[in-house]
C-alpha cells in the first residue's frame, strides 16, 4: 500500500458504505462476527487502514482509519428481522467483490442490487401454508397425532396471516405475538372441539404456535456469547426470551380458559412408522421454517436434508435410551459439522441451514407440560419442565457452537480481517 497523503482526506462516503454494508447484515439478523468480518473487509477494499467495529443487538459503532486520519460513525437500524436471503447475498458479496480494492459508488451499487431482492421472498400465501405445514410437522413429530397435526395446520396458517398482517401495519412487535398466538392457539381449540376427532387432540395446540418461536435470534445470541459479544449477544438472548415468555403467556390464557387436559407423553419404539414419520415430518417442518426465514428454494431444501438426517439420528437415540439432552446434542453437532460442508457446498452462508434444522429439536410436549402444570398451579412441576426445555435449548446451541469452533478456525480463533493484505486488482487510493 502506498504512504498516505499528510493533507485532510474527506473519506465520508466511504465510511458510510462499509456502516451501511454492516446495517444491512444486522437487520436481516445476522450474528455480530459476521457484521464484523463483513465492515471490515469493505473498510479494506476501499483502502482504510483499519476499522474497529462494535455491533450490539440493533446498534453498531464504527472507527475507521486512514493514516493519522480517523472518523467514528454510529447507526441504529429498526428491530432485526430474519432475512436468510439478503445474508446470503451479502455474503457472496463480501467475498467476492470485497476480494478487490474498489470505490465506495461501486459498493453502494452492489448493495442497491441486493435491497433490490424482494423482501419478503415469498408471498403471504405461501408463507402462511409454509408456517400451516412446519407446525404440523412438530406435531407429527412430538407425537401429537395426524389429526392433531391437519388441525396444527390450519390454525398456525391463520396464526402467520395475521402476524404478517399486523406487522405490515407496524403495530408493535410483541402486540404482534400476543394477538398472532391468541388466534393460532384459541383456532385450534375451536377446531378441535368442534370437529369430529377420535379421542381428545387438544394437547397439540401448543404445536400451533410454533411459528413464532424466535429460532434465529436465539441460537445467534448463543453463537455471539460464546465470543463473549457481549453487546450484541445479551440484548439479543432478551429479545428472544421476552418474545418466548409472551409466546407462552398467552398460550396459558388460552390453556386455563379451555382446561386442556395433560399430554401423553411421546413414546419412542423403534419401528418403520416412527422413523418414516420422523423423517418425512422433519423434511417438511424444515424447510417450511427455512421460507418463513426467507430463504430460497436452495437453502430450504438444504436446510431440509441437513435437518432430516440429524433428526432421524436424535430419533433413533431416543429408542435407545439416551437422555433427550444428549441426543439433542449429538444431533445439533452433526448438523452443524456437515452445515458447514453443505454450506460451502451449496454457496450459502450455514447459518441459513444450521439454524432452520435446529428448531424442530425444541422438546414441544415438555413445553406444554410446563405450560399445563402452571395453568394448573403446579409450580413444581412445572418449572421441572420448563428446565428440560432450557437445558435442551442449551444443548443445542452447544452443540453448534462446538461444531463451529471445529470447522471455522478464524472463528475458534477471534481472527479477524487482516489490512496489511494485498488485494487483488489496482490499489485504489480515497477519494482517488
Known sequence: ?????????????????????????LSAGAASYRV?????R???????DNADVLVGFNTITCTFH???????????????????????????????LLQSYHSADEINAALDEIEQIPTPRWPLWIAAIAAGLACAGFAVLNQFGY???????????????????????????LGVITVAASVASSLYLVLAYLLPTPGDISPGFIASVLFLIPGFPLFAAFVDLARFDFTAGIP?????VEVIVVIMLTVSVVAMLSGTPQ??????????????????????????????FNSSRRMALAAACLGCAANLLRLWLLTLGVRSFLAAFLAALLIGLAGSQLGNYASVPRVTVTIPASVVMIPGTTIYVALHNFAEGNTPEALYAATDVVFAVLFIAGGLIIARMITDQDWAFSRYIDFGKE?????RPIND
Open 423 to 427: 488485494l487483488d486488482g489496482e490499489v
Open 236 to 240: 439479543r438472548l432478551l429479545f428472544a
Open 263 to 292: 399430554a401423553t407423553p411421546p413414546v419412542h419404539e423403534s419401528s418403520w412408522e416412527y422413523f418414516i414419520a420422523g423423517g418425512v415430518s422433519s423434511f417438511v417442518a424444515i424447510g417450511c421454517f427455512a421460507i418463513l
Open 66 to 96: 486512514y493514516g493519522e486520519q480517523f472518523r467514528t460513525l454510529v447507526a441504529d437500524v429498526p428491530l432485526p428481522g430474519v432475512n436468510s436471503s439478503r445474508i446470503e447475498a451479502l455474503e457472496s458479496t463480501a467475498h467476492t
Open 36 to 40: 464484523i468480518r463483513a465492515v471490515k
Open 147 to 173: 389429526v392433531a397435526a391437519c388441525v396444527v395446520f390450519f390454525a398456525a396458517a391463520a396464526g402467520q396471516f395475521v402476524r404478517v398482517k399486523l406487522h405490515h401495519k407496524h403495530f408493535n412487535v
Open 1 to 25: 500500500m502506498p504512504a498516505h497523503a499528510t493533507g485532510q482526506v474527506d473519506f465520508a462516503a466511504e465510511a458510510n458504505t462499509a456502516l451501511r454494508f454492516g446495517m444491512m447484515l
Open 42 to 48: 469493505a473498510a479494506r477494499s476501499m483502502g482504510f
